[in-house]
């Protein structure tokens, strides 16, 4: 008996995952739904932006489920929901970015810029350290510091 209600607590208090996919969605094709499953988990929520579609109870998030859903059986491959998708709203609708020149000079855009700072802060310190720090006494300041120092028989003018 206690076993059974502290099982019902543990139960209750884990999360489980909730897909916002609602059973009216739910293509009969257990294949087609599997695939439209898969690609809603790699199209980014445009409204909740940290979700997938298949996650997300948005409207817009709605739309695109039923978007693919219908393209899919249509008979269009992956590959071309996707890009379909991408081509109507832009790649920030992947959640996971394609590889190409914008992507890798997005990504490689920090390095650069940390990598060429360091370099500056060499170069600058280097030029510094090879730099005398104060400027030549003034005759005035050299006679005071004489007066100061007296007369000693080991220094130079």
Do not use: H
């Not at 969605?25 to 439209?36: C, D, F, I, K, S």
């Amino acid at each position: 008996m206690i076993r059974g209600i502290v099982l019902a607590i543990v139960l209750f208090l884990t999360a489980v995952p909730a897909f916002a996919v609602n059973p009216d969605e739910v293509l009969a094709n257990p294949a087609l739904e599997a695939r439209a499953r898969a690609l809603s988990a790699k199209l980014r929520c445009m409204v909740c932006q940290n979700q997938s579609i298949d996650d997300s109870n948005a409207d817009l998030a709605k739309d695109l489920r039923l978007l693919v859903r219908e393209r899919l059986t249509d008979g269009d491959t992956d590959e071309q929901v996707l890009n379909y998708i991408v081509s109507r709203y832009g790649e920030f609708v992947l959640l996971k970015p394609r590889l190409s020149v914008r992507t890798v000079l997005l990504w490689g855009a920090p390095i650069v810029l940390i990598v060429a700072g360091g370099i500056s802060l060499l170069i600058f310190a280097r030029r510094r350290a090879g730099k005398p720090t104060g400027s030549r006494l003034t005759a005035e300041e050299r006679a005071r510091l004489d007066e100061l120092l007296g007369p000693r028989s080991d220094r130079t003018s």
